[in-house]
């Protein structure tokens, strides 16, 4: 089965608009149920929402937002949330995401980096952090609870003399996100993704005649984070493209999950394999609603096993489709299917429409059938490029291809399966791990005189950020101390969950970490 047509036409169009018309058609309709408010959920309808949208846009402009100038969001999921990143790509403003589990040396970094004029968050997520020093920071709004200093968020909902002007650039080249990639070395790097990008990608995912294209009448449960792109674009986008409702919950709480499950009548599944595994234990247990309204899921963001969606099907009765990309891809590439025929839950599927895919071997040539090789991909969904960093974006956008650096076949049927990463990215739950981040970490500490970091598999993770450190001399430190100094740093999700202490790092003549050596120990 070749993809080739959209939900609609991408080009030109802004994605602030997209969601707009979307309010208007379906004014009466339920957009977002907020399940981490206090007392009971607050249910927002289409209507409300642009109403939310385009006061809060103006409270912006009058607050001196100016477009091309980027605003921060450093916030759990909640409805505040999808409100603000609209709000912001409607008055031309660059939103860049922050996962809201970073620790104020992260935070700092992402504002520094990216520039951000304002900073949208709640008083609990600052509340121990020092921000001063970040000269072009000069706007902080909180969410829910005070802070020193900040202006309330609410007060932009009120009636503003500020004016929406219209953009000032075209989509195909207007930023409408900035998240934050962990690359392979160094630091996090800012992926511009355009209006065209986002759209594109909803509309290949929204593509008409499978039967797991999310529709109008879903009820899809979100606790995917909004500032993953996974959340953003393949949930809270094209849900609200569509016109059907999004329930949004702040974090994954297995018992919350089943409990919305039920109330909400929640009828799409979006997950990663480790909730898929929760939810089978649970099901195993008797504790998965029987009665349920799900129709299907997708599953994403990690490696997928093939035993694991078959054993979901089995227990719960929801097929699963895996689906594959990157943040730079905003972020689907590929797609499987749950169509009996072309069901291959050992697959990524194939490419979506308007995407080309070859499979590359080391020498440029393309690789036949059920050879392995590079993914090499172009298609209207990729990126600008690395925010400020030519020399990172020329690494990976070749004549207008991106290389993946990951490894994968494809068969005469078309469906493509991951193999291999030449890539030393370590993915936690789904979460990227740059091994160099970590790295730097800890090689801060003072008992730490050089350090290596790769992944090691794990049943319930899919990986595990595993250090191998060599201490300083007549030192002594525990693995659970240095572990809990990179915890104090970097986000939980980055601390090695195993530390072994090894005489040296085995490293090439230029001194690379040879990656390999060290996972040969594991």
Not at 26 to 45: V, Y
Request: hydrophobic share 40%; glycine share 8%; aromatic share 8%.
């Amino acid at each position: 089965m070749k993809r080739d047509s959209l939900h609609a036409d991408p080009e030109g169009v802004f994605l602030h608009d997209a969601v707009l018309e979307s309010c208007r058609r379906f004014a009466r309709h339920e957009a977002i149920i907020d399940t981490s408010t206090p007392g009971k959920a607050r249910r927002i309808t289409y209507a409300e929402y642009e109403e939310l949208l385009v006061s809060t846009a103006k409270g912006l402009v009058a607050a001196g937002i100016q477009p091309g100038e980027v605003i921060a969001m450093y916030l759990p999921n909640c409805w505040e949330y999808a409100i603000a990143y609209h709000a912001a790509t409607l008055v031309g403003a660059i939103p860049t995401l922050l996962n809201p589990g970073y620790r104020e040396r992260e935070v700092r970094f992402q504002l520094a980096d990216s520039g951000a004029v304002a900073l949208i968050t709640d008083g609990t997520q600052i509340s121990q952090m020092n921000l001063d020093g970040l000269p072009k920071l000069r706007l902080l709004y909180v969410t829910r609870h005070e802070h020193p200093g900040a202006r309330p968020f609410a007060g932009l909902f009120h009636k503003s003399s500020g004016k929406l002007a219209h953009p000032a650039g075209a989509a195909d080249s207007t930023i409408a996100a900035l998240p934050y990639s962990s690359g392979t070395t160094g630091l996090p790097k800012g992926v511009m993704l355009s209006h065209t990008n986002l759209v594109a990608n909803c509309y290949q995912y929204l593509a008409p005649g499978e039967e797991m294209t999310p529709r109008q009448s879903d009820s899809l449960l979100c606790f995917l984070p909004l500032y993953h792109i996974y959340g953003l674009n393949v949930v809270l986008n094209p849900t609200l493209i569509t016109g059907g409702k999004v329930v949004l919950m702040p974090r994954f709480e297995v018992e919350k999950a089943l409990t919305a499950i039920v109330e909400e009548e929640i009828t799409y599944l979006p997950v990663v394999p480790p909730v898929m595994n929760m939810f089978c234990v649970a099901a195993e247990q008797g504790r998965f609603p029987s009665g349920h309204s799900i129709r299907g899921g997708k599953s994403g963001a990690a490696p997928l096993a093939a035993e694991l969606p078959r054993r979901f099907t089995a227990l719960t009765g929801i097929p699963i489709r895996q689906g594959y990309g990157m943040t730079e891809a905003s972020p689907v590439t590929h797609l499987g299917f749950i169509e009996k025929e072309l069901y291959r839950p050992d697959s990524i599927g194939h490419v979506v429409a308007k995407t080309e895919c070859i499979v590359q071997r080391e020498n440029g040539s393309e690789a036949p059938d059920d050879e392995p090789g590079e993914l090499v991909m172009r298609g209207p969904q990729f990126m600008l490029g690395y925010w400020k960093n030519p020399e990172a974006t020329r690494e990976v956008m070749r004549d207008g291809w991106y290389y993946s650096g990951d490894i994968a076949t494809r068969d005469q049927d078309g469906f493509y399966r991951i193999v291999d990463r030449r890539k030393e990215l370590i993915k936690y739950k789904g979460f990227p791990v740059a091994p160099a981040e970590v790295e730097a970490v800890l090689l801060e500490h003072p008992a730490v005189r050089d350090c290596g970091v790769v992944g090691k598999k794990d049943e319930d993770a899919g990986e595990i950020p595993c250090a191998f450190v060599v201490l300083k001399e007549s030192v002594e430190v525990t693995w659970q101390e240095l572990a809990g100094y990179v915890a104090e740093r970097l986000v939980s999700y980055k601390q090695p969950r195993e530390v072994r202490f090894v005489d040296s790092i085995p490293r090439n003549p230029s001194g690379k970490i040879l990656r390999k050596d060290l996972r040969s120990q594991l």
